[in-house]
């Protein structure tokens, strides 16, 4: 079916997250009644957002918020604020929540949100009041227990903080665990912003060792320097890994012997860019992708590796750190030449789960330290990962479709659990 996509086909979320989905359902021989359940989206909100710009216009933004499933416990996903954002796109990354959080075994289902703007052209103030809209017009779909939003592309810990304040004003009461990615200060988890990237290197570790190899050692290049990919990066490094090459969006560098990465970090705060770093060899942002590694970490953005570029990747393991940098046809490319995926349903699961953990804490109450934060969450990606690999190995699938099949079969047996309500 991959091969069959068109290469403008190839790129579609929706579609990728569909062919996925139909394999690992087809192995499973899930019934088709279920399949249409969990292809579904439960719930699908559009909102036309008025808001006043400073200049005294007024303007009226769309807004989405789509609850793939909430069969295992309240929605889960972030918002985005983009000029491109789609309801197609919305859909398939709320469906990939639902994957990823089964995949974790956590309880949530899967949800994301978007608003159609360029945050680039807006003020603060022009934000948060766009934020505080689409929050109060969807105020009856959100909660604790129903759909708890998180950070995604443009958005941050500071929309966060108006959404759970809006929410808050309309209950009467504080009430934290609405969002998670809040700032500490109001009832942020310690280790949320690392989490993705330590995530990432916690799977990385272990399908190294499944190749007989440490992180000690290992040729390690990074596509993003982003929260993911600098945090991944540095955490590999201090575990001994050589980082021979990042890239960011205004360019990439290499250097054989092990990249300098508290430098570089230093370097990209004092001037918000990779471009210019003088202690690396600059190289294309493509090459980025094909240079000599043992693991390659695409942690920037989707469709990255496709079928024209897939055949040239060097690395033993790919660790997706973003969210659908591979395309259903370059799977099947990456497949037979033996790569190793670690798809990003579980890869990049580690976000979610210090999420979840900061939900935990806010019901509860009682906050963790930082060292429990990352000893459970090493626990629950150790544990995912180990799962996925024995699913591999009973069905004989790749390690993209295992992590599905785990994930659909936990969402499917919880349906057939509850029943059919009607
Ligand atoms: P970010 O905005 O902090 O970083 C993105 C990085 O990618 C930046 O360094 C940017 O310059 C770079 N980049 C963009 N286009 C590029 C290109 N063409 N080539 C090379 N570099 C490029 O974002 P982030 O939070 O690190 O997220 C990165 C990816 O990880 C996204 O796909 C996101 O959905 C996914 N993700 C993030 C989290 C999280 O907790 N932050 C969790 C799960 C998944």
Redesign the pocket.
Known sequence: MATLLSAEQETNPWLAAEVRFDEAADRLNLDDGMCKVLRSPTKEIIVHIPVQLDDGRIEVFTGYRVQHSIARGPGKG?IRFGPDVTLDEVRALASWMTWKCAVVNIPFGGAKGGVICDPHLLSDGELERITRRYTAEIIEFLGPERDVPA???NTNERVMAWIMDTYSMHHRHTVTAVVT?KPVEMGGSLG?RE??GRGCMFVTREALAKLGMSLKGARVAV????????VASDLMAKEGAIIVAV????G?VHNPRGLDIPDMLKWVKEHR??AGYPKAEPIS?EA?LTVECDVLVP????N?ITRKNAPQIKAKIICE?????TTAAADEILEKKGIFVIP?ILA?????TVSYFEWVQDRGGYFWDEDTVNRRLESIMVRAFNEVAATTEKYKVNTRIASYIVAVDRVAAMHRLRGMYA
Do not use: I, Y
Not at 247 to 250: E, G, H, L, R, T
Not at 299 to 302: D, G, Q, S, V, Y
Not at 348 to 352: I, K, Y
């Open positions: 972030g950070p995604d592309v990615g949320r989490a993705t596509q993003g320097f982003g929260n993911v990919g600098s890239s960011d969006k205004s990439a860019q990779l942002k980025l942690a920037a953005t989707e990255v750190g973003a969210n659908g940098p990003d990049n699961a580690g976000g979610v």
